[in-house]
Structures are given as C-alpha cells and as structure tokens.
RNA sequence: GCAGUAAACUGUUUUAUCGCUCCUGUUAUAUAACAGGAGAGGAAAGUCCGGACAACACAGGGCACCAUACUUUCGAAAGAAAGAUGUUCGUGAGAGCAUAGAAGCGGAGAAGAAAAUAACUGCCUGUUGAAGUGUAGGAGGAUGGGUAAACCCGCCUUCGAUAAAGCUUCGGUUGGUAAAGGUGAGAAGGUGGGGUAAGAGCCCACCAGUUCUGAUGGUGACAUUAGAAGCUGUCCGCCUUAUGGGUUGUAAGAUCACGUAUAUCAGCAGUUAAGGGCUGCCCGUCCGAUGCUGAGGGGUAGAUCGCACAGAUAAAUGAUAAAAACCCUGUUAGCGAUAUCGGGGUACAGAAUCCGGCUUACAGGUUUACUGCUUUU
RNA sequence: UGACCCAUGGUGUAAUGGCAGCACUUAUGGUUUUGGUCCAUACAGUCUAGGUUCGAGUCCUGGUGGGUCAG
C-alpha cells in the first residue's frame, strides 16, 4: 500500500530543472513520435538525486494563449503521472538512469483520453529500447 | 411589458479518487512521513503612461530637444471626479472629441480675377482721338390736344450754312474703387437705408461675434445684463509663456565559483597636452603622460541573492468522474402559466521585481438612478 | 520577461498632407518560319477600426499580424 501511494507522487526531484541538462537533451538526444506527442530521451550519470527526470513543453508558436499551454501541460503531467509506475520500477531494478523530455506537437487542444493513449504508447516504446 | 442609457457589484457551487508549491511544528534524519496554515485577476493581458528600486566614479548651470496646456478639488506623478465652452452622434436618458497665448513671420495643391500685399475683368471722374446725334429755320403729312374753324402746342417725314458747349458709342491715357466677377472648406461680418462721380463700416438702424469697462451670480472656468470701441475670414506651422523631463533598465545589479596575463581597474607620486565620461551643444567639474604597489586580458559562462504574509525558473494553484444551479434549444402534454424527457453551453483569460493609472477582451447575473415606446388605471 | 522595429499590386521598392508610381511577374496582341529578345496594351495595391483635417499611404489613438535584440 505504501509502494503505491508513492508512486503517483510527480515531486520537484523528477522535473528537470537544471538549464545545462536541457540543452545537453535538447541537442543530443534521440526521438520518436508518438501520436500527439514527440519524445526525447537521454542517458543520464550518476549525479542525478532521481532516476527518471522529466519536462513537459508546449511551443507558444502552436499556442499562443498562456492558459491553452497551462492546460495542454497539466494534461500532460497528469498522464504521466499515473502511468508511470511501470517504467519507475523496470529503471529501478536495472540501476539505469534517464532524462525525459515530452513535446507537444499536435496544432489542437486534445481530451485527457487521446493524451493519456499517446502517453501510455511512449513509455512502452521507452521501456523497449532498454 | 418591451427596448435602452449611466454607475456600482459579481464572475458558478458541491462530492469522490489521485496530485502540486511554500511556511510552521513534531518524528526520524538531511531528505522523507504526519499535523496545521497560506496559494491567480478584474483585467494577472497590451506594455501605453507615471513612480518605487538599481546602475551609470562625483556636485552643478545654460541652451537645444521632448511632453503637457479651460476651471476647481484630490494625487508623489500619471491621472481621476465634478463642472465650463464649442462641436459631432442619438427621438431621449446620454456618449465621443477638442480646449494656454496672441505681438510678429511664413504657408494653403487643383479650381478661382484674387487665399488677403496688389494686379486683372468690370464700374466711375478727368483728359485726349474718332464716329454719330443734335440746337435757328423752311416744306409736307394726319391718326392728337386746346374750342367748331382760323390759330397755337405737340408728333412724324424730309431739306438744312456755321458748329462752341452738351449727349451717345468706340479706342488710348491719368486717377478712384473693392460693391459685381462661374470657383472653393474658407472671399474682407449680414440685412436695409443714407451717401457718392462710382463705391466702400464712409455714415446710420437692427442682428451676429470680438475686445474693454461696470453690475449681479459662482471658489473658479464662465453665465446673465448695461455701456463703449467699427474692432470683425478659415486652417496649419514657426513663435511666446508656464510646468515637467539626466540616461538605461531586475536579462538592472550584488556575491561566490570557474579561468588567464600586461588591455584594464584601484591607491600613491606626478604632469596640465591630445583625448575622454551612459542623451546633443556650451560652460564647469572629474579622469587623464609616466613610475611604484596591489588587483588583474581574448577566459569562464554555473550557482545564490535581488524575490515579497501567492511565488517559481521549461515555471505550482490541478486532472478525471458525477451531481446541482443558470442559460439556449427540441419532443410530448396543456388555451396558457407550466410540467416531463432529450441535446448543447457556462466568458475573457494564468502572477514572474513591486505599486498607481490608462487601454483593450469578457458568457451570464444582481442593485440603484434615468430615458423612449406601448398597455391599464 | 524587458527593450525595440516594420506592414504599399503575386514579388521587390518609391511617394513634402494635395491625381498612389517604378521594375519584375501574369494575361492579350504585334514582330519572327517557330521560340527567345524587343514593342504595345491590360489586370492587380496603401494590414484593420476610429479620429484630426477642406483633403490622410503619410499625422494621432486602439487593435491585428510579422520580425529584431538582450541569458
């Protein structure tokens, strides 16, 4: 019950934050689509305080209004804040450590159900690489 | 009842599951758990104004430049409220816009004679040239009048020596004139009369405005009223007066870390020459050759502070589901009020240094005052 | 987030407040045996809503769209 509870928490330790590691993903990293979403990972160190660090980002080019983008990324954050718990544990056991990053690429305001399909289909293309 | 105007306020609520940021406390311990508390707006938006704050080593002055300009009150300022005058829109309640000064100077396409000095067409006086008319008188005529006739007066036709003055027309010239001149947004304030060679506020009456003086009301802008001055075109710019404005912006800037050697910086001594300084010019002021001492280029570009009784740094304040409330719309029942069952919708919009304004966007709802139309009494 | 700039035919670019031009493109015709070149003609425009003015591409205000700089 315990092991549950954590694993729908999405603390500040998993966004990423730092501004080096986001060029570092933005410039290196690999990527594949998925549906609505286009994803970036990367190969972490061992510096990292959490196994997996994430970012969500809505391009304003797509959305101008700041409340369209604010939705768009809560729905994102959401998404992967349930589904997560598959990939937390497969990373855990194999000691690896990976940054994330979620784009969101479609030109309309999507429901949770089409995200959270596309966001489900992601990880599971993640966890096949590994 | 319908439609509308102005002002003020509001801007969905509840439940379930999972979750976010910060603060405080306790426990383990340096990151977790638990408990408690706080967590987007009227515009957070646009970035259009003003200020706080910070930097530009350090006091300043003048000119230029820019902005503003009716009155009173409030305000640090921007601006706001209430009024004044003019103007546009609306049947109306009301709404929008504009507003310092006037001495001088400049400009106003096309059109029009001309955009204000004059000239041109035209009108008029004088003068000059040409042409015509025409005054004495004679003859004739009938359709005139005084009376019927004679006679007289008038009219018409024709002849007519001399030819000054006059009159008419045309041309030249000297002066006067702004009354008329198709236009134009705007044409010397308008109408009438007098006056004059012709004309003109040249003079007069009335009307419109301006300025000055007085009275009354108002804190005041102004309003009303009496008198005086013939003072009278429109728009724009320069200009004048008053007030305000140094520049750049939190990516300002501060600290730590990283990193390297003679660009630079600091202190002391020293020299007064170029040159320089985070708005242009002038003045002033300061720095300024070089030496010594210390820190130190092209490197590094990360973190913290700045930063808040909401507050981060790919950026929290939420997601999903259900119900209620309100609105729109359809079906069925009913004369109707309404009821039933479906469907759809619930705005604009998300703090990023902070305040005060302005502007723009906004589903719907509430209150107050008022207006127009209609109905009833 | 802060600071700033721009908008004229399909494209590029002019225009002192006074008739919106120029070049290329496109279309049509001519020249040529044909095509090209050349010549002639035509189409097509001031981002948008208000205001100032007798009259705005130009001046003022709001909006829309696009762009630049600063880590």
New binding site residues.
């Given amino acids: 019950m315990h092991a ?10 998993e ?6 590691q ?2 570092l993903l ?1 410039s290196k990293a690999k990527s594949f689509n998925s549906g609505c979403l286009r994803v970036l990972f990367i190969t972490g160190n061992d510096n990292m ?2 196994p997996i660090q ?8 797509r959305f ?8 768009i ?3 994102m ?3 992967y ?2 589904n997560k718990a598959e990939l937390y544990n497969i990373f855990k056991e194999k000691r690896l450590f990976i940054q994330v ?1 979620f ?1 969101y690429v479609s030109d309309e305001i999507n ?3 089409i995200i ?1 399909r596309d966001m489900i289909k992601a990880l599971g293309k993640i966890i096949s690489f590994f």
Avoid: P
């Fill in positions: 549950e509870k954590i694993s729908y928490c999405f603390r500040k330790q966004h990423l934050c730092s501004k080096k986001i060029d933005f305080s959490f994430v970012l969500f980002s809505v391009s304003k080019k101008s209004r700041a409340v369209d983008r604010n939705r990324k809560r729905k954050r959401e998404a804040r349930l990053g784009l429901s949770y159900k959270e």
